[in-house]
C-alpha cells in the first residue's frame, strides 16, 4: 500500500490515513473529493467547460490568494509540495465549473425562493433575562409589565446568563434557525417592544424582550439565497453520482455529512 507519509519512522500508508479519519466519524475528505469528481462529471454531461481565459483568470487569482506572485515563489510552492502544473489546472478546473454552475441559477429561482420561503429570512433583535427559579421570574416579568425597571438594569443584576447579562441581557439578531419551537413562534409573532415569557428552558427561566423584527427585502438577502440555491444543486449533483470506495475494498455508498444532514 502507497506510505503517505513516515513518522519518527514509523510509515503511514494511505488506507491507514484514511480508516482513522472514517473510524473518528470525519468523511470531508470524502465529501469533498466526491463534490468535485461529481462537479466535473455533470459538467461533461452538461456541456459546460472551462475555457484557456477562464483557467488563467482563476490560477491569477488563487496566485494571489496564496501570495505566489512572483514565479520565482510559485515555482518553490510547486516543488515543495511535488505539484505540476496539471494539478493545479485541474484543481483550477473545478474552481471555474463550480462557478460556472453557480452562474446558472436564475434570478427566477431566487425570487421564486424568495416568495416561497420569505419568512424563513426574518430576523429579530432581542434581549433576555434568564434565572434559575419560575417565582422570581414571574416577579421580574411583573416589574417590567408595570414599567418600575429596565430590562437591561435587571438582566445586569439578575440574569445568570454569562454571554449576555454584562450588556444589558442583549442577545444580538436571531433567526428562526437559530431560536426554534415555542421562542421562535413567540419571537416572530411578537411586535417591537413586547416581553415574552417566563419561559423555560435548559438554563432556567427566560424573559425576552422584542427590540425590532426586520423583514428583508429580496435585495438585501438575493446573494444568501444564490449561495442556499447554488448549494443545493451541488447537493443534488453529489447525491446523483455513482460513488464506489475502491480503495476501502467495499461497494456500497459510505454516508457522508451532507446524507446525514
Same mark, same amino acid.
Given at each position: ?121 426574518? =430576523?429579530? *433583535?432581542?434581549?433576555?433575562? !434568564? $434565572?434559575?427559579? %419560575?417565582?422570581? &421570574?414571574?416577579?421580574?416579568? @411583573? ?27 442583549? =442577545?444580538? *439578531?436571531?433567526?428562526?434557525? !437559530? $431560536?426554534?419551537? %415555542?421562542?421562535? &413562534?413567540?419571537?416572530?409573532? @411578537? ?71
Amino acid at each position: 500500500m502507497t506510505t503517505l507519509l513516515s513518522v519518527d519512522g514509523a510509515e503511514i500508508s494511505i488506507l491507514t490515513a484514511l480508516k482513522w479519519r472514517l473510524i473518528s466519524g470525519d468523511t470531508s475528505f470524502f465529501d469533498e473529493t466526491i463534490k468535485n469528481a461529481a462537479i466535473v462529471g455533470h459538467a461533461a454531461k452538461s456541456g459546460i467547460t472551462a475555457s484557456a481565459d477562464e483557467l488563467q483568470t482563476f490560477f491569477n487569482e488563487l496566485r494571489y490568494e496564496l501570495e505566489l506572485d512572483k514565479a520565482d515563489d510559485l515555482n518553490a510552492w510547486l516543488m515543495e509540495n511535488k505539484f505540476d502544473l496539471k494539478d493545479v489546472q485541474d484543481f483550477c478546473e473545478i474552481g471555474v465549473l463550480r462557478n460556472k454552475i453557480r452562474a446558472g441559477v436564475a434570478d427566477s429561482e431566487i425570487a421564486d425562493h424568495y416568495s416561497a420561503n420569505k419568512s424563513s429570512y426574518d =430576523v429579530a *433583535e432581542l434581549y433576555s433575562i !434568564t $434565572v434559575e427559579s %419560575e417565582d422570581t &421570574a414571574n416577579e421580574l416579568f @411583573a416589574q417590567l409589565e408595570e414599567g418600575d425597571e429596565s430590562f437591561q438594569a435587571l438582566a445586569v443584576e439578575h440574569s445568570i446568563d454569562g454571554d449576555t447579562f454584562r450588556q444589558g441581557g442583549f =442577545v444580538g *439578531e436571531v433567526t428562526r434557525e !437559530t $431560536v426554534r419551537g %415555542e421562542v421562535e &413562534a413567540a419571537v416572530f409573532a @411578537a411586535s417591537p417592544g413586547d416581553l415574552i415569557g417566563p419561559l423555560k428552558d435548559e438554563d432556567g427561566f427566560t424573559i425576552y424582550m422584542v427590540r425590532t423584527i426586520i423583514q428583508p427585502e429580496l435585495d438585501a438577502i438575493r446573494d444568501t439565497i444564490h449561495d442556499e440555491l447554488f448549494e443545493a444543486k451541488i447537493d443534488e449533483i453529489t447525491a446523483s453520482a455513482k460513488v464506489v470506495h475502491s480503495l476501502l475494498g467495499i461497494e456500497e455508498d459510505i454516508p457522508t455529512d451532507d446524507d446525514e444532514d
